[in-house]
Nanobody
Framework: EVQLVESGGGLVQAGGSLRLSCAASGFTYGNPVVGWFRQAPGKEREGVSSISVSDGSILYADSVKGRFTISSDNAKNTVYLQMNSLKPEDTAVYYC???????????????????WGQGTQVTVSS
């Protein structure tokens, strides 16, 4: 069974940085794709970034391009989301998600993802 554990959330001032980590285990077949999603109060869950663990292809939402960087350390089975120049509108619960793809497709469509972590709170103060 695939398990995902997020860490690294917290409170930061606008303009600051945080790094989220997603420790993954249990992948048994296919090509793992790991995504970061976020959900603010009263809003739908939205995709932030996605990475293919096997070929390194990456996708970003327009709202975070140039500020967030996703990366994968395969030796540690961990995917990171480095968040710089944070804005109050980045405040949300951030979730790590994954699916095992027969053909690699990085996507920000949450319905493609089968496994989810418990979420970590990110709060950006103005």
């Amino acid at each position: 069974e695939v398990q995902l554990v997020e860490s690294g959330g917290g409170l930061v001032q606008a303009g600051g940085s945080l790094r989220l980590s997603c420790a993954a285990s249990g992948f048994t077949y296919g090509n793992p794709v790991v995504g970061w999603f976020r959900q603010a109060p009263g809003k739908e869950r939205e995709g932030v970034s996605s990475i293919s663990v096997s070929d390194g292809s990456i996708l970003y939402a327009d709202s975070v391009k140039g500020r967030f960087t996703i990366s994968s350390d395969n030796a540690k089975n961990t995917v990171y989301l480095q968040m710089n120049s944070l804005k109050p509108e980045d405040t949300a619960v951030y979730y790590c998600a994954a699916y095992q793809a027969a053909v690699v497709v990085t996507t920000l469509n949450r319905y493609e993802y089968d496994y989810w972590g418990q979420g970590t709170q990110v709060t950006v103060s103005s």
